[in-house]
């Protein structure tokens, strides 16, 4: 920028340094099943910094497994890769009949509700 350009400020503005920020974890911020068939399945989850209160948007670690079911089989895996894989899935298909049960059939929390009487 040439000198010619430039106007010389009488009340210049200051910005104060940011404080540093470590984000030391992952947050699941995308968690897709794609079930093509009842025998071929794909997940997508996505993973971004997160330090405890804040996660960023950026950089995402994509993780793909284009076939859940020949994952499960894959010998390479050790048994106990294999075995919380299939724990997992489980977990997460008990989680899912457990949300229609709910929808299907809501169970409403009176606890709080105050009843009004007149006097």
């Given at each position: 920028m040439?000198?010619?350009t430039q106007i010389?400020?009488?009340?210049?503005?200051?910005i104060?340094?940011v404080?540093e920020?470590?984000y030391?974890?992952?947050?699941?911020?995308?968690f897709r099943?794609n079930s093509q068939?009842?025998?071929k399945?794909?997940?997508?989850?996505h993973?971004?910094?997160?330090?405890g209160s804040d996660?960023?948007k950026e950089p995402?670690?994509?993780?793909?497994?284009d076939?859940v079911?020949?994952?499960?089989?894959d010998?390479n895996?050790?048994?106990e890769?294999?075995?919380?894989f299939?724990?997992?899935?489980?977990?997460?298909l008990?989680?899912v009949?457990?949300e229609?049960?709910?929808?299907?059939?809501p169970?409403?929390?009176?606890?709080?509700?105050s009843?009004?009487?007149?006097e």
């Amino acid at each position: 920028m040439s000198d010619f350009t430039q106007i010389i400020s009488d009340n210049p503005i200051i910005i104060p340094p940011v404080q540093e920020k470590v984000y030391d974890k992952k947050w699941l911020s995308h968690f897709r099943i794609n079930s093509q068939s009842p025998d071929k399945a794909t997940i997508v989850a996505h993973l971004v910094p997160y330090n405890g209160s804040d996660a960023l948007k950026e950089p995402v670690t994509q993780i793909v497994i284009d076939n859940v079911f020949s994952a499960i089989q894959d010998n390479n895996r050790s048994v106990e890769q294999r075995t919380l894989f299939i724990q997992a899935m489980e977990i997460i298909l008990q989680a899912v009949k457990s949300e229609i049960d709910y929808i299907n059939n809501p169970v409403i929390d009176d606890t709080n509700i105050s009843s009004s009487t007149s006097e």
